[in-house]
């Protein structure tokens, strides 16, 4: 067996608690608890075992990571490392002195996500009210402090409408770069995909003003992550299965990928139990969908197998039942019309109500998964900070 390129970045989901709720999380169904987080201890360890294996970027994530009152020491740790760190936040939780402190810190990078560019729909769709203010308002403390800034959007049918907008506030705001997601459709995504997913008159309305907008602002970095039920060939996903990244979960839990324990029948382990980098070279999850080697037809004989990798493994279990499967976006995938049928069925309706990502509104089975609560602060709706 011969030993994997170190990972490039690592994502580190501090916690699931945040304020927010949005219907698209990353998150998995199965919220992890307050109770069972890792300590500062814990993640000084990991940050010093993360650049010892040689990644460059470590991202700080949640949840809402800025709920972590260490958050500001773990930045320092990170830096210390050699390590570039980004902050991704939904930012309604920052006050000026925060970010300052976190500048101070040594934070490289700040991303923050918006909802919409306007404020009753953004608030609707984050589940919670007055957030868009609040980001605003942390966007320009960010800018003060000279850290550079990216807006996080993720995108989907009830707010494609203002693309254009999103632009403008990028520019407004003095943001380096955009990114522009459609919504990837796994654990919560899933579940209100009927209520997400583009028409595909959204979606080519959409690439021309993308297009049109790199023209205009030729000085914004502009990210575009295109939406899979409408794509002829799959997103490198991660670039590659245990190739370039890692994700820790709250809990310590070593993951390929954000959303890889939506795939049932994999087993993750923790870096309570086992160093970083035994888990990155040698752990079972890596290893099994890491290269080739794993590959069926139609990617076996692919010339683009070492271009996307087969694609998203946690959206080929999602539509096909089978992680081992080309991903259904491949136009080659014999799967391939299951998706552009659901996208054609699930929006030719109007959109059903949202399910929003909170502890009460995860599935029977995933609610029983859960160890019980330790109290209301460590509800995600609840953070304790
Ligand atoms: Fe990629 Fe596999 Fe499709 Fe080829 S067949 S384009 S490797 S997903
Ligand atoms: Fe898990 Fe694509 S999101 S491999």
Not at 158 to 168: A, I, T
Not at 363 to 379: H, I, M, V
Request: proline share 6%; hydrophobic share 40%; aromatic share 8%.
């Amino acid at each position: 067996m011969s030993l994997p390129e170190p990972p490039i970045a690592v994502l580190a989901e501090l916690t699931h608690r945040c304020p927010l709720q949005c219907p698209y999380c990353s998150n998995p169904l199965e919220l992890e608890r307050a109770a069972g987080e890792l300590d500062t201890e814990a993640w000084l360890r990991a940050l010093e075992e993360i650049a010892e294996l040689g990644a460059l970027q470590i991202h700080f994530s949640g949840g809402e990571p800025t709920v972590r009152k260490d958050l500001e020491t773990l930045v320092a740790a990170a830096a210390q490392a050699g390590l570039y760190g980004n902050l991704i936040t939904s930012a309604v939780l920052l006050t000026e002195a925060r970010v300052e402190a976190l500048a101070e810190a040594g934070l490289d990078h700040v991303q923050i996500s918006f909802q919409d560019t306007e404020a009753g729909n953004a608030d609707r769709v984050g589940g919670y009210a007055g957030g868009h203010e609040k980001k605003l308002a942390a966007a320009r403390w960010v800018r003060a402090t000279g850290l550079p800034l990216t807006l996080n959007m993720v995108v989907h049918r009830q707010n494609l409408q203002h693309l254009p907008q999103m632009f403008e506030l990028a520019i407004e705001l003095d943001a380096h770069r955009i990114e522009i997601a459609h919504v990837q459709y796994y654990g919560w995504a899933y579940e209100n995909r009927a209520a997400l997913l583009p028409t595909r008159a959204q979606l080519e309305d959409s690439i021309a003003v993308i297009e049109a907008a790199g023209k205009t602002y030729p000085g914004l970095a502009i990210d575009y992550v295109v939406p899979d039920y409408y794509a002829r060939r799959p997103k490198a996903c991660m670039g590659g299965w245990g190739q370039r990244f890692f994700n820790i979960t709250p809990t310590g839990r070593v993951l390929p990928c954000h959303a890889a324990e939506t795939i049932t029948g994999l087993s993750f382990d923790s870096l309570r139990d086992k160093s970083l980098r035994e888990i990155w070279e040698t752990s079972e999850a890596f290893q099994k969908f890491r290269g080739v080697d794993w590959m069926p037809e139609p990617c076996r004989s692919c010339e683009r197998r070492e271009v996307d990798w087969g694609g998203c493994r946690c959206q080929a279990f999602a539509i096909t039942g089978d992680a081992a499967q080309t991903d259904p976006a491949c136009e080659l995938s014999p799967h391939h019309g299951v998706m552009a049928e659901l996208a054609a069925e699930e929006t030719a309706e109007a959109p059903p109500e949202f399910r929003y990502r909170r502890y009460a509104n995860a599935p029977e089975t995933a609610k029983l998964a859960q160890p019980p609560a330790a109290g209301r602060e460590a509800d995600a709706d609840q953070p304790a900070s």
